[in-house]
Nanobody, 128 residues
């Protein structure tokens, strides 16, 4: 069973930055669309950002409106990981962040429903 492993969460002050990483053997854009999702206390899980690759379009990224311009998703080829760089963090970004993926031919949108492989999550807390 493929299970991504997240790392990089923690406590940061408002305006600060964190870098989340997601890796698993064989969990690459060659086969999967991979994304980051989050769930804040008392709220449902939501899509944050996804990254996909196709022969026709190359690499495509998706961002929730709430994180556009602040978060960047990319691939760290050296570590074979999908990275989420989070800048200008706000208290409302506090949540458990999950890495998830689906076979790239099955990807339709960057939303929790439809993702098949989930990590256990990493806590991000933005507080002064």
């Amino acid at each position: 069973q493929l299970q991504p492993l997240e790392s990089g969460g923690g406590l940061v002050q408002p305006g600060g930055s964190l870098r989340l990483s997601c890796a698993a053997a064989g969990f690459t854009l060659d086969y999967y669309t991979i994304g980051w999702f989050r769930q804040a206390p008392g709220k449902g899980r939501e899509g944050v950002s996804c990254i996909s690759s196709s022969d026709e379009s190359g690499v495509t990224t998706y961002y929730a409106d709430s994180v556009k311009g602040r978060f960047t998703i990319s691939v760290d080829d050296e570590k074979n990981a999908v990275v989420l760089e989070m800048n200008s963090l706000k208290p409302e970004d506090t949540a458990v962040y999950y890495c998830a993926g689906v076979l790239r031919g099955l990807f339709s949108r960057c939303a929790p429903l439809g993702m098949d492989y989930w990590g256990k999550g990493t806590q991000v807390t933005v507080s002064s």
